[in-house]
């Protein structure tokens, strides 16, 4: 199993262009989400989804959209992005015991 | 609401010296919790996890962590720490099963443990 992966690794972007974030796992887990951490921030919750075809918020949704189209894939969007989303994003996948596996990373800084 | 506080940001040790990395939270519904290891510039691994039974959980690595829900908190501890051990720790929560907002984990921000020779 690869478990989650995520690409690019990093990406530099001018304010108000757009891109996705990919993320893929390879476990059949239905839970996934995306999260940013900021230094001395933790870990904070963007959005989520409990199955395909079913996305919610989390506690930052704002600028960012998800879609779940298939089990495996979670991409994230940023649509017009800001100074404000420089940050290194993770996408996880939960276990049915409450394990969440996150994946290696994406290091996004926006000019 | 969940909330996870670690009540250090900082933890600088002696190498095979013990450490514990504090953490309390503060949920309204039962709990499920969360220890991951974040080594530079990788992503998080999970260290331990208590969901339920013995409130002493034992992890990888030689770490383990006491759960107390009295006073609403998961101390993660080591007998005696090494050089590799330097790393971010995050504490982290989520409801158990049936709640509104299972499988969302709340995560504190992070304790920066740094172990000199």
């Known amino acids: 199993n690869a478990g989650v992966t995520q690409t690019p690794k990093f990406q530099v972007l001018k304010t108000g262009q757009s891109m996705t974030l990919q993320c893929a796992q390879d476990?059949?887990?239905?839970?996934m989400s995306w999260y940013r951490q900021d230094p001395g921030m933790g870990l904070r919750l963007i959005h989520y989804?409990?199955?395909?075809?079913?996305?919610d918020q989390g506690e930052v949704p704002n600028g960012y959209n998800v879609s779940r189209s298939t089990t495996e894939d979670f991409p994230l969007r940023l649509l017009s992005a800001a100074p404000s989303q420089t940050s290194v994003y993770f996408c996880?996948?939960?276990?049915?015991?409450?394990?969440?596996?996150f994946g290696p990373g994406t290091r996004l800084t926006v000019l | 609401a969940q909330s996870v506080t670690q009540l250090d940001s900082q933890v600088p040790v002696f190498e095979e010296a013990p450490v514990e990395l504090r953490c309390n939270y503060s949920?309204?519904?039962?709990?499920?919790l969360f220890w991951y290891v974040q080594y530079p510039n990788q992503g998080l691994q999970l260290l331990l996890k208590?969901?339920?039974?013995?409130?002493l959980v034992k992890g990888i690595n030689g770490f383990e962590a006491e759960f107390n829900k009295s006073q609403t908190s998961f101390h993660l501890r080591k007998p005696s720490v090494h050089i590799s051990d330097t790393a971010e720790y995050f504490c982290?929560?989520?409801?158990?099963?049936?709640?509104?907002?299972?499988?969302?984990?709340?995560f504190g921000q992070g304790t920066i443990l740094t172990v000199h020779p």
């Open positions: 996880a996948s939960r276990a049915s015991g409450g394990t969440q596996y």
């Open positions: 476990m059949n887990h239905e839970y």
């Open positions: 989804s409990v199955g395909a075809g079913i996305t």
């Open positions: 949920s309204s519904v039962s709990v499920y």
């Open positions: 208590y969901l339920s039974g013995s409130t």
């Open positions: 982290a929560v989520s409801e158990r099963a049936g709640g509104t907002s299972y499988g969302k984990l709340t």
